[in-house]
């Protein structure tokens, strides 16, 4: 099973998985523990939904490594408990493992990774290097879990976002998918720190990752607009991951009520303006997924 | 002879913290009125910067380092306030912080100098502040306010701890919560307990006025 995912994107459009951290939030995870800390506590729960999203037709799955890398886990008190390179190791084992037991062959694994929480200056401490290491140290142990890829997803700064390419290119050399994320502003979309989406992926892009777009914060509706702008500016492969709409606070929990149908619509929108690869993010769940992989099949 | 107030306000848009604590210093030594120094100089400088990051004229990192420009500029004015007009101190004590787990510390930092602005006592205790930490403070400095940042849906249940907390206590007559930041609302305070809920650094002020001459 010699696959390769950059050969995979150049056939056909690729559909990765939606949300995990709703998703394990759902099956009671607190806001007192780090999600990363199931792959170790809890992994039958992180299977469940590894193997939720496999069965609802996703081709890419991400490990449940957001945000394993050193800087991130030192931020809380259980995350210091943890080791970052066990955690990164045996999350990626587990979806490999849930992988290997499924029906369906062709799944790729993708190592996912988060930002670190620091901010480079003028707003936080943070060093190039620092980042770079924490990245590659949370590479290299995915790398032994069995990945196929690396996703790294929901950055905010360009400049965390290619010390994470540079990182993981130190530690592997699989293919590398970046994702930024943006804010709708009257004047358009930009990152926290100012980045817009044509600048951002073409520095990305230049730098070598295999593929680039955005993820989180926006719902569905206004990544169609975004994935038009990257779309005209932008040649390399495009990946466009919207959350189910926007959140609302209901008894202390963060509740997402987009319908499944409308996403999958949206995401159809998308693939025809011409993305290579779709998923979701915050509230997708696998009937999200189901139904997009409909649409890809049906083609409408 | 209010270009000096202008020229304040200005120093904090340019986001030039050299000149925003140069012109603090100027206005001491030509015996201005501090607060009106402070409100109609450079609370006016970092409510358009505010505005600008809003319209996404500028980014984070511009405001921030507004932000800082406002702070050397309070660094200088602030000991004058306690030197003149603090009847609102003597009574008024506010803790803040943003909620445990959570990192942003801009909107938390520019509502804790608006406060301060205002002739608060403030005791900021930064970012990802534990629950027990936010209580023990309000307990230590004898605070009649909490005001808790959260800018994550995933850290905003802590505001609600907090409130349990003080409830746990026996604190809740004394002590009153206001909370803030991007996913709030005025439906989220009410459905915690809290005593109010503000959108911005200003109106963050002008609730914690209100609550105190309530009281």
Known sequence: MSLDFTEAIERKVMLFDGGMGTMLIAKGLTDREVPEGWNIERPEEVKAVHSAYIEAGAEVIQTNTFGA???KLAASE????????????????????????????????????????????????????????????????????????FLVETMYDVREALEALRGIREASGKPVVVELTFERK????????????????????????????SNCTIASADMIELARIMRTEIDAPLIFQPNAGKPEMEHGKAVYRQRPEEFAADMMEIVRIG????????????????MLHEHLVHGH | MNDLYEECAKAIIDLDGDRAEEL???????????????????????????????????????????????????????????????????????????????????????????????????????????????????????ADFIAISALLTTTMPGQKRVVEEIEKRAMRDKVRVVVGGAPCSSEWAAEIGADGYAGDAVSAVNLVKQLATAS
């Open chain 2, 24 to 142: 603090a210093r100027r206005s001491i030594d030509e015996e201005r009125p501090v607060l009106e120094t402070i409100e109609k100089g450079f609370v006016r400088g970092i409510r358009e910067v505010g505005r600008l990051w809003e319209e996404g004229e500028i980014f984070l990192p511009e405001l921030v380092v507004g932000a800082e420009a406002m702070k050397r500029a309070m660094a200088v004015l602030e000991p004058r306030i306690a030197a003149g007009k603090k009847e609102l101190a003597d009574t008024h004590r506010v803790v803040i912080g943003t909620i445990q787990g959570d990192i942003h510390d801009i909107g938390k930092t520019l509502v804790a100098t608006m406060l301060s602005a205002n002739g608060f006592e403030v005791h900021d205790l930064g970012a990802d502040v534990p629950i027990g930490r936010f209580v023990e403070e309000a307990i230590a400095s004898n």
């Open chain 1, 78 to 149: 259980e995350g210091r408990s943890l080791d970052p390179s066990e955690v990164n190791e045996r999350a990626a084992a587990i979806a490999r493992e849930t992988i290997d037991e499924s029906s369906r062959s062709g799944i790729f694994l993708a190592g996912d990774v988060g930002p670190t929480g620091l901010f480079f200056p003028p707003v936080g401490n943070l060093t190039p290097g620092e980042a770079r290491n924490a990245f590659k140290e949370q590479a290299s142990a995915l790398e032994r879990g069995g990945v196929d890829l």
């Open chain 1, 275 to 290: 993305a290579n690869a779709v998923g979701g993010c915050c509230g997708t769940s696998p009937e999200f997924i189901r």
């Open chain 1, 186 to 213: 009257p004047r358009g979309f930009f990152t926290l720190f100012g980045d817009t989406p044509s600048e951002g992926a073409s520095k990305l892009a230049s730098e070598g990752a295999d593929m680039v777009g």
């Open chain 1, 69 to 71: 890398n050193r800087i």
